[in-house]
Every structure is written in structure tokens, then in C-alpha cells.
């Protein structure tokens, strides 16, 4: 019954591609922590990226307009396709901010949290990858999800001990003030994969 014809798959096949660029932000994001010399040229490439990342999403809600019948509910594919969509705005933005603070090399509890953002798109895209299969795939898809869970929690901990760290350890209120801000931007990224982990949840179990 939630096998879904072939016709039907071009939107779980556009999730998988949204959740890439996704995955391809995150992979720019660590590429700035490592050498903060490719700040400005990542900047124009995740502009880019964004760009693609959203006429995606786009072509996920025109298709939405033009289906009579869809795979799973309406509300479901257009609040997961916003979602995907809005990880790579984080990105951007907290790309964007790391290159008007001027930060220089990265701390490592933002090296930290950047890695867990890229296990987190990992999991998000197998996640979709087997969208296309509820019933046969529930496990997997639930099993990835409490992986982002896990991811998230980590998160959780890396960004608590690194804002200590600061309050505790750094002595110039400029660089604190730069680097808090940028942990909470990794973090709430990281908070925003859960949210998507939790409606991919939602609509395994509404449909397995």
C-alpha cells in the first residue's frame, strides 16, 4: 500500500536532491572552520548553493499545486520540504556572520559542532533515500533519526562546554561576544536537523 508508484517519486527524489545541498552547506561550513582563508570565496559559493537550494523547493511546491493525489499528505511534503530548505539558510547565515566578525581560525568546539552538522546531514539524506518505502524501510528511517537525536544531544553538551569555556577563559569581550554568537548558530542548526528528524518520524509513523 505505501510502496509508492513511479510517478509518484519525483518528490521524494527532490527531498534527497534539497537534502544535499543541505549536505554540500555543511561540508563548506567545515572547510572555513579548517582554513579560515576560504571564508570570502565559500561565501560566494554558498550564496550560490542557497540559490539552488531553493528553486528545489520550489519546483517541491509547484509540483504540489499541479498533484491531485499525493504520496503522503500535502501539509507533510511542504513542511518538509521548508525544512530542508531553511537548514541551508542557517548555514548561510552563520557563514555569513563568521566573514563579518572577521573571526580567524575557528575554536574547536565550533570545528566540533560543524562535524555533528555534517553526521546529522548524513543521516537526513538516507533518511529521504528511503522515504520512497515507508513500511519496508521503518526501521532504518526511525533508526536514523535517533542517530540525529544523538548528534543533537552531543550538540547539546560540545555547545554548553564551549560557552563556559568562553565566560571562563576569554579575556577579550569582542572575541567572546564574536565566537558565543557562532555556537549558537551551529546549535540551533543542529537543533533544526532534530526538528526534521522528528517530522520524518512523524510521517513514518503516520504511514508504516
Partial sequence: MFKFKQKDNEFFDLFVE??????????MMDEVMMDYSKAQDKIKEIVDLEHEADAVNDK??????????TPIDREDIYSLANGLDDGVDFLQGTLQRIVMYRTGKAMSGAVSLTKLIIECA?????SFELLKDIRKNQAVILECTRKIGQLESEGDRVYRHEVAYLFDKEKNPIELIKWKDILEDLEETLDHCEKLSDMIRGVVMKYA
Fill in 60 to 69: 517541491i511546491v509547484d509540483k504540489l499545486n499541479l498533484t491531485f493525489i
Fill in 18 to 27: 534539497s537534502a544535499n545541498y543541505f549536505y554540500k552547506g555543511a561540508l
Fill in 122 to 126: 548524513k543521516e537526513v539524506i538516507k
